[in-house]
Nanobody
């Protein structure tokens, strides 16, 4: 059974940092590109970052502006999102996603709240 489990969310002050993790199981992790998305209640999910299967290529949404870094560990089957210099506008539920057999599989999400 394919499963993605996010963790690491929480409350942080503006300018602070958080590191999100996504633990993957049930598929050949090292063969799959992985992505992070985020969603604010009432709005569409927004793409944050993608990393290719080998980790060689990474892409980010324009709003990231060098503040976030996506990484992966193909031994531990995890993908992480290091977020620095967080802003209140980054408050959202963050999800990881991967394509499996022509469809996308999502995790349950982890809440990130940036507030003083």
């Amino acid at each position: 059974q394919v499963q993605l489990v996010e963790s690491g969310g929480g409350l942080v002050q503006p300018g602070g940092s958080l590191k999100l993790s996504c633990a993957a199981s049930g598929f050949e992790f090292s063969n799959n590109g992985m992505s992070w998305y985020r969603q604010v209640l009432g709005k569409e999910r927004e793409w944050v970052a993608t990393i290719t299967s080998t980790g060689r290529n990474r892409n980010y949404g324009d709003f990231v502006k060098g503040r976030f870094t996506i990484s992966r560990d193909n031994v531990k089957n995890t993908v992480t999102l290091q977020m620095n210099n967080l802003e209140p506008e980054d408050t959202a539920v963050y999800y990881c996603r991967t394509p499996i057999n022509g469809r996308y599989v999502w995790g349950q999400g982890t809440q990130v709240t940036v507030s003083s």
